[in-house]
């Protein structure tokens, strides 16, 4: 068999082909810019969700810190639609105990009995 038969990675394509180097992997130009420009925007779509969720848990905790007390319980923060594991990054507290896990602006400090703490930096 001629190592140089190969089927495009296209995936609407996936016919063989046969390739001019052993590094080709699509039947011409065309299917590989549309298959790299799918990737791209499979990716983008991927992240876009998960930045809507982040954005989501932001705006949520925003609107709970305007009222007296920051502390709120798991179950208002879930009915919500809150998504905890959803977070951009998390800060140790002073005393190095605990991880402070934030949503851009806003922090979430896990309390006793499934209460959080919301942290304004
Ligand atoms: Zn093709």
Known sequence: MNPYIKTCKN????????????????????????QNN????????????IQNILVKNMLILERLSKRDGVTVKWEELAQLGFQYKYHTHQVLTEDKSKWIQFY???GLLKLENNNFQIIKP
């Open 38 to 49: 799918r990737i791209a925007r499979n990716r983008r779509n991927r992240i876009k969700a």
């Open 104 to 106: 851009y602006t806003l």
């Open 11 to 34: 995936y609407y394509c996936r016919r063989e082909f046969e390739a001019r180097r052993s590094n080709n992997e699509y039947c011409c130009p065309e299917h590989k810019s549309k």
